[in-house]
Nanobody, 124 residues
């Protein structure tokens, strides 16, 4: 059974950096696409970034492009989200997700497995 466990959230100030981790287990993830989503207070869950496990191809939401970087460590079966120049509006619960097949993956139904989320709070 696939399990995704996020960590690394916390309370930071605007302009700070934070790195989230997603430890994946339960199967071999080659061929998978891994994504990060977030849900801001009072908002729908939204796409943040994705990476293909094998080739490392990445794609970002416009709101985070240039500030956030998604990466993966195949040996550790872990996906990261490096978040720099954080803004108050980045405050959200961040979720890791895994998509087992197909290209792309920008929408919630595209993903088969989800973690429980980790809270990121950015203060002004």
């Amino acid at each position: 059974q696939v399990q995704l466990v996020e960590s690394g959230g916390g309370l930071v100030q605007a302009g700070d950096s934070l790195r989230l981790s997603c430890a994946a287990s339960g199967r071999t993830f080659s061929g998978y696409t891994m994504g990060w989503f977030r849900q801001r207070p009072g908002k729908e869950r939204e796409f943040v970034a994705r990476i293909t496990w094998s080739a490392g191809n990445t794609y970002y939401a416009d709101s985070v492009r240039g500030r956030f970087t998604i990466s993966r460590d195949n040996a550790k079966n872990t996906v990261y989200l490096q978040m720099n120049s954080l803004k108050v509006e980045d405050t959200a619960v961040y979720y890791c997700a895994a998509r087992s097949s197909g290209y792309g993956g920008t929408y919630i139904p595209d993903y088969d497995y989800w973690g429980q989320g980790t809270q990121v709070t950015v203060s002004s």
